[in-house]
């Protein structure tokens, strides 16, 4: 995978202030692929340090009150045609920043409000077609898979991965679609992103997420308590036996630690072969009835 990052994610010390944004996670990503740094403030003329600056009222514009939008614009002009060049699989930038905010931005008024708009750079190569990633949005790649928060605007997907979830033994019909919209099911999916313990990341392949793991607190299979998030996961049919499924485990079990969460639970069919990865990745059997397991991993 070839992959465009944000400079001061890879320790270059070109931030505002004279230093870096340096970041583990796209550390790896670059030993492990191959890794090109852009920082378009820099390559706008701009010097290090500088003023900081935000997109007020259209323009980039200092604190100090000079507007600098001429430079910012350069910068992000180079950073395409670098992307032209060198055709990346993959950009990473530095969220929030008047550059390289993907999903957000400040406002303009140096107070740290956000707006849910991009940064000069991210804009310009998103509407030239390539794929943009805040470096928060960003866990890890597992061969050419990139793994990655699902955006609340993507919850959608989670009716068609639902279903997706849903074990068929052998030699027994497939329900119809609609059965997600049952309302034993739906609590998996409704207002997702709202509600305590909402935490969902995807696999991603070439621009479409293939698999999906996702959590919320709700009185659903796999309860135990109301401090307890449950465990959703499904791939689609053609991926799954990569070892995606165990990737997306794990990590989803660090983001709940990182979020204060000390255990997690999932109810799971006693046939069904993903027992056996999910006791690989830490969960233990604490129950059970006729059909099922319960089945919860201490953080």
């Known amino acids: 995978m070839k992959i465009m990052v944000s400079a001061c994610l890879a320790g270059e010390n ?3 202030n004279g230093g870096n944004n340096r970041n583990e996670k796209v550390l ?3 030993a492990d692929n191959e890794a090109i740094t852009v920082c378009p403030e ?3 003329g701009l010097p290090t340090p500088r003023v900081p600056s935000e997109i007020k009222d259209g323009l980039v514009t200092a604190k100090d009150g000079r507007i600098v939008d001429a430079e910012f614009r ?10 032209g060049r060198w055709q990346p699989d993959l950009v990473v930038l530095q969220s929030r920043s008047p550059s390289c905010g993907v999903k957000q931005r400040y406002d303009g008024t140096f107070t740290g409000r956000l707006v849910d708009q991009a940064g000069v750079t991210a804009q310009l190569l998103m509407e030239n077609g390539y794929r943009c990633l805040d470096v928060e949005d960003l866990f890890t790649v597992h061969r050419d898979f990139l793994i990655r928060k699902l955006s609340i605007e993507e919850s959608e997907l989670l009716k068609d991965f639902l279903y997706e979830a849903i074990f068929i033994p052998e030699g027994v019909e497939a329900p119809a679609r609609d059965i997600v919209e049952r309302p034993e099911l739906r609590i998996y999916y409704d207002d997702f992103g709202n509600r305590p313990g909402d935490l969902c990341l995807a696999a991603e392949t070439e621009g479409h997420v293939v698999g999906t793991v996702w959590t919320r607190i709700m009185n659903d299979y ?3 308590d109301d401090e307890t ?3 959703a996961i499904s791939l689609l049919p053609e991926y799954r036996n990569k070892g995606i499924g165990t990737v997306l485990m794990r990590q989803m079990l660090s983001l709940l630690k ?3 969460y000390r255990q997690a639970s999932l109810a799971v069919q006693k046939a069904n072969y993903a027992v056996r990865m999910y006791r690989n990745v830490g969960f233990e ?3 059970e009835n006729e059909e099922e397991f319960i089945m919860v991993c201490r953080l």
């Open 28 to 30: 790896r990503l670059m």
């Open 222 to 224: 796999g309860h135990v």
């Open 285 to 287: 059997i604490t129950d």
């Open 42 to 44: 820099q390559m706008g």
């Open 229 to 231: 998030p449950s465990f």
């Open 258 to 260: 990182e979020h204060g």
């Open 14 to 16: 070109c931030k505002y």
């Open 74 to 83: 350069a910068g992000a002009a180079k950073c395409l045609e670098i992307a």
